[in-house]
């Protein structure tokens, strides 16, 4: 409990010194915090049922191509949403004064590597799948540099 009365003591404080934008910036962090917590109940709650659902119906077999794809898509949104989140959450707690681009960039690997997951690749062309690679190549490539650069700056 005491801990948490120093946490809201160091909020007002922040906040007296806050400009208004900083300000503004602050509850709007606030407010997707709380609509990305209710996303991810939600997503949550859907993959619990669905898992349900095609366990008592029998038809849950992991093997199955379209029951992986479906399960491990919902696991990845759910992932992505936490990432999100986690990435807001640092802004709040002032460990971070905007969003990291590392952050941008992981969560786009992480959108990446599920439509991975969820792509058939039957419905989609040869020129699609080189797109999507060549894009995973260069998010990745990307992320690698951004990340060598912050190493040698600290």
Not at 45 to 57: H, P, Q, S
Not at 134 to 153: D, F, H, M, P, S
Request: net charge positive; with cysteine.
């Amino acid at each position: 409990m005491l801990l948490k009365n120093e946490r809201i003591k160091e909020l007002f404080h922040h906040w007296s010194v806050m400009t208004f934008y900083e300000r503004f910036e602050h509850l709007v962090a606030l407010v997707l915090t709380g609509l990305i917590a209710v996303i991810i109940l939600v997503a949550l709650w859907r993959l619990g049922t669905e898992v349900v659902r095609m366990l008592v119906l029998d038809a849950f077999d992991p093997l199955d191509h379209a029951v992986f794809q479906t399960i491990f898509g919902m696991i990845m949104t759910l992932l992505i949403a936490m990432e999100f989140k986690h990435s807001i959450l640092q802004v709040l707690e002032r460990k971070a004064h905007i969003i990291q681009v590392e952050t941008v960039l992981l969560i786009a690997l992480l959108a990446m590597a599920r439509k991975f997951i969820i792509l058939d690749a039957k419905e989609y062309g040869a020129q699609v799948l080189a797109a999507l690679a060549l894009c995973v190549t260069a998010l990745g490539a990307t992320y690698w540099l951004i990340k060598e650069r912050n190493g040698r700056q600290r």
